[in-house]
């Protein structure tokens, strides 16, 4: 990385627990690339401020995590076809201080559903009502998949949510399965309360056939381990972080790093 200097490009990104997880990965593409940039992670205090910040400050990128991916879409200029299609914001470009604002989780999720060839005919149980399942239940309906069921206590937005897709909405899982379960809450998360629990019941994972976790952090979450010793197929948080950033990085840089230099910036990230 080179020496912090005046013209040196600054990325940053915002969540209410951070991690190094994107600090890692776009820092050592910098690196790989010979870029004159650096990326910073921050758990800001007041989100409309940060949002001023990256605009008077030139900052060029910034993502956006949990919990600020919907009320960061008010602080922006304009949404792009990706952010305003769910209402839901992860990532912001800033050019000349005209902050766009993109979603690059539901490209992840999208490709990974592909890339693991899960049937659009499984049903399917989301449990969460967030930004991030927003990206995951578009990315269901644009893919195929119609049977599906939204798992959320918030009945307004767990509601609002499976309608607005043409899906279910439950209140609580109670004895409920399905072939496909993902979870999109923060339970199993590094930093969260719940950091050890498990975000489905072990009846769940037994009755599924595979079984996704949007939780990147650690990658090997309490559902993704209970999974992979029944023998299920996973899908895991880590999956989503590197794609969603590798588009991030994109859309900052104009630059597409070759597979080698993301596969050598993921393996950066995972060994923190």
Not at 40 to 63: E, Y
Not at 67 to 76: F, I, R, S, T
């Amino acid at each position: 990385m080179p020496i912090l200097n005046k013209d040196m490009t600054l990325c940053i990104s915002l969540s209410a627990r951070p991690s190094n997880n994107g600090t890692r990965f776009h820092n050592h593409l910098y690196d790989q690339l010979g870029l004159n940039w650096i990326y910073k992670a921050f758990a800001p205090t007041d989100l409309a401020q940060a949002i001023a910040g990256v605009r008077g400050l030139g900052i060029r990128g910034c993502a956006v995590s949990m919990p600020y991916k919907e009320d960061v879409m008010a602080l922006v200029d304009e949404l792009d076809p990706s952010a305003k299609a769910i209402d839901s914001v992860n990532t912001i470009v800033n050019t000349d201080g005209h902050l766009l604002a993109y979603n690059t989780d539901y490209t992840a999720i999208e490709q990974l559903l592909a890339g693991n060839a899960v049937p659009a005919d499984y049903s399917v149980l989301v449990q969460g009502a967030g930004g991030m399942a927003k990206a995951t239940v578009a990315a269901l309906r644009d893919a195929g998949f119609t049977d599906v069921t939204v798992i959320a206590r918030n009945e307004d937005a767990g509601r609002a949510l499976a309608e607005q897709y043409g899906f279910q909405w439950r209140a609580t899982l109670d004895r409920g399965t399905a072939d496909l379960i993902i979870n999109v809450t923060p339970i199993g998360m590094a930093g969260s309360p719940e950091v050890d629990s498990l975000s489905f019941p072990e009846h769940a994972i037994a009755a599924a056939k595979v079984v996704f976790d949007v939780v990147a952090l650690p990658a090997e979450t309490p559902l993704i381990k209970t999974a992979r010793a029944a023998g299920r197929q996973v899908i895991t948080g880590a999956e989503v972080a590197t794609i969603q950033a590798l588009e991030q990085f994109v859309l900052y840089t104009g630059v597409r790093p070759t597979d080698e230099q993301v596969r050598a910036a993921e393996d950066f990230m995972r060994a923190q």
